[in-house]
């Protein structure tokens, strides 16, 4: 059996991971988190590699409030870029194949089309270019290695929009919400799957790919689709401006993805993001039962 080191195991990707060990039985998954591995110790991250020596790294682990990181650089930096860099050269010392996921942020949210793997980075935000610092550190120390950018992630695990709109949608009459920055949501179970089966297959080419579900959506037209799917109805979604509702840091406000790269060379069909809207909804309502 293969093994597959899993770092940020506890997130929203790496839990999904967890539920898809079943389906990929052929890897001996080990998961850590913070508690178990401090990706942002470098003789931490080479003893442990050294003494599982895994085939596969899998870094789900991020930096991923993208508001606080804008005052909290040095720790957004350690672990979006150092820890990335610790990851990579541990790879190396047994010859592991490495998967890093990083971000829309990367780009400058300034396209009117779908963003392809060699278009101009230019990050806007601290998390940004933090995320990219930690793909070009990853490609300098681990060339053999892939880089996946995806935007928009949600799941049934820890905090994300969809959770948010159904609990403010039961506790609220009205919300607002952002319908001028357009993107795709991602079911993070479909990312981890996407993950497994490159992981899976004998035909590993590093560089960098994009993935997200299918289709396009502005915030608010997220917000109602998941309000429709939980059986909200008494909750009314007004549609605001980014300048409506000032953050710190600055979105980008078109993060549409080209996914036809990863497509052609892994041979995945990506699901549309409604219907898996719909099953992570459906999960969602089961557990609150």
């Known amino acids: 059996m293969k093994k597959m080191l899993i770092t940020g195991a506890n ?7 967890r539920t898809l060990t079943k389906k990929y039985s052929n890897f001996d998954f080990i998961f850590t988190d913070v508690a178990e591995l401090d990706i942002c110790d470098a003789n931490a991250v080479e003893c442990f590699v050294k003494d599982i020596n895994p ?15 804008e005052s909290d650089i040095d720790k957004c930096r350690k672990i979006n870029r150092d820890a990335v860099a610790n990851l990579a050269n541990a790879s190396n010392l047994c010859n592991a194949k490495m998967i890093h996921v990083s971000t829309d942020y990367v780009y400058s949210g300034t396209s ?18 933090t995320k990219l610092e ?23 695990f820890g905090n994300n929009f969809v ?6 949608g039961k506790e609220k009459e009205s919300l607002g919400v952002i319908f001028d920055q357009i993107g795709t949501p991602t079911y993070a179970l479909d990312l981890a799957d996407t993950i497994l089966k490159i992981a899976d297959s004998e035909n590993f080419i590093p560089g960098i790919y994009n993935f997200t579900n299918e289709g ?9 689709k998941i309000h429709e799917l939980a059986g909200i109805t008494n909750c009314h979604v007004n549609p605001i401006e980014t300048s409506q509702y000032p953050t710190p840091a600055t979105r980008p406000a078109y993060s549409v993805l080209n996914k036809k790269k990863i497509k052609d060379q892994y041979n995945i069909s990506i ?19």
């Open 271 to 289: 699901p549309h993001w409604e219907y898996s809207l719909k099953l992570c909804v459906n999960n969602l309502l089961k557990d609150s039962l």
């Open 11 to 17: 997130g929203q990707l790496g839990n999904e991971i």
């Open 134 to 156: 930690g793909e070009n550190i990853l490609f300098e120390n681990n060339p053999q290695s892939i880089v996946i950018r995806t935007a928009w992630l949600y799941s049934e």
């Open 163 to 168: 959770k948010t709109m159904i609990r403010l």
């Open 112 to 129: 009117s089309r779908p963003y392809t793997e060699t278009d101009l980075t230019a990050p806007v935000s601290i998390y940004g270019i």
């Open 55 to 69: 085939d596969y790294i899998i870094n789900c682990a991020a930096y991923t409030d993208v508001d606080k990181a």
């Open 216 to 224: 396009v959506c502005c915030w608010y037209d997220f917000a109602l």
